[in-house]
């Protein structure tokens, strides 16, 4: 994999593709569509300047991946607020739930919309479990409750806020080596609707810069790659903005790193594609935290994609 000065960001993701369709062990997945994959990858990026990992071979909607993070950080693990912005990549997986448990064929924007209108059905089909919000913002603690005797536990009403702690740790002491946000609750797993993928970030302070890693036990190389690699250097930009700290490196680490046999045509297409352009974020104001951004905060410059690849998502 090349990372000269003169080879585009965006190569190292065209060339882990390449080397997965060509190279990649065929296996039979959960979802059944069947994938090729490889284990243990990694993909760096350069954040200084307001540079950010966006894919120019097709177009990619970041402003869609934007409102999913701003979501982690509600903390909320309901599709309704998405589902409300017409951001519809968690929809499928409790539309599945629903046809399965009821036998209702109901279309994906009938329960959409149904979602968004009806308190009650959201909160009985639109939730997806304890995810990456909720582990975030809201990870449970038991403690020993002295008053219902000896032995018992209690959930205590407030759990942990990795994030707020994250950036006041940053902030207090950026030399630290346990700057991590954390998503694999190993006790909540069965849980939730999907275990995280996204599951670890760790961040790192040298020379006033802040990297991060994101490890991905596993990872969609054509549709959810590109939205991951958006919400890890998101979280730099951020937090750096929050932490009086400048945006260093992004690095990507990958587990089982695959493409789904359907999404065939799109790896050809994009394959067939030069990357281009430098798109830059910029963070329209401070916030006074970094639970108080808004999609308004965000605007890309210089962002000129090629058309968009539409491939079939895995369920
Ligand atoms: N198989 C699979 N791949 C994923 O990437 C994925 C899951 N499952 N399950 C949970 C979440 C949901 N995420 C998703 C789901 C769908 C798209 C997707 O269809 N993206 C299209 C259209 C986006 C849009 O309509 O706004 C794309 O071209 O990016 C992306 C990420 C990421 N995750
Ligand atoms: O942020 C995400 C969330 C999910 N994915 C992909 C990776 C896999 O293709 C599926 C999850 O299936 P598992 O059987 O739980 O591994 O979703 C992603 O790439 N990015």
Not at 111 to 133: C, Q, T
Request: hydrophobic share 40%; aromatic share 10%.
């Amino acid at each position: 994999m090349t990372s000269s000065a003169q080879t585009h960001y965006e190569q190292q993701y065209l060339d882990l593709m390449a080397r997965i369709w060509s190279h990649g062990d065929e296996r039979i997945d959960r979802t059944g569509v069947g994938t090729r994959s490889i284990f243990g990858t990694t993909l760096r990026f350069d954040l200084s300047d307001g540079q950010v990992p966006l894919l120019t071979t097709k177009r990619i909607y970041w402003k869609t991946a934007t409102r999913e993070f701003l979501w982690f950080l509600t903390g909320e693990t309901n599709i309704r607020p998405l589902c409300a912005q017409g951001v519809e990549i968690w929809t499928d997986w409790p539309l599945d739930r629903y046809r399965r448990e009821t036998g209702d064929r109901m279309t994906r924007e009938d329960f959409s919309r149904r979602i968004v209108e009806d308190a009650d059905f959201a909160a009985r089909w639109g939730e997806l479990g304890p995810v990456y919000g909720k582990q975030w913002t809201d990870w449970p603690v038991y403690e020993a409750d002295a008053a219902a005797g000896a032995g018992l536990f209690r959930r205590r009403e407030r759990g942990i806020n990795q994030v707020a702690e994250l950036v006041e740790g940053l902030r207090r002491n950026p030399g630290g080596r346990r700057h991590i946000v954390e998503g694999w609750n190993v006790a909540e797993l069965d849980a939730m609707a999907l275990p995280p993928c996204h599951k670890t970030y760790q961040f790192h302070v040298a020379d006033g810069r802040l990297s991060g890693i994101v490890y991905q036990r596993s990872c969609d190389v054509a549709l959810g790659l590109p939205f991951n690699l958006w919400g890890g250097a998101l979280f730099i930009h951020m937090l750096a903005q929050q932490c009086d700290l400048l945006p260093g490196e992004l690095v990507w680490m990958g587990g089982d790193t695959h493409l789904y046999l359907n999404h065939g045509d799109l790896v050809e297409a994009q394959l067939a594609r030069q990357p281009a352009g430098s798109p830059r974020l910029v963070l329209g104001r401070r916030p006074a935290s970094i639970f108080d951004y808004e999609i308004g905060d965000f605007t890309v410059l210089d962002y000129h994609p090629q058309k968009h690849l539409a491939a079939p998502v895995a369920v």
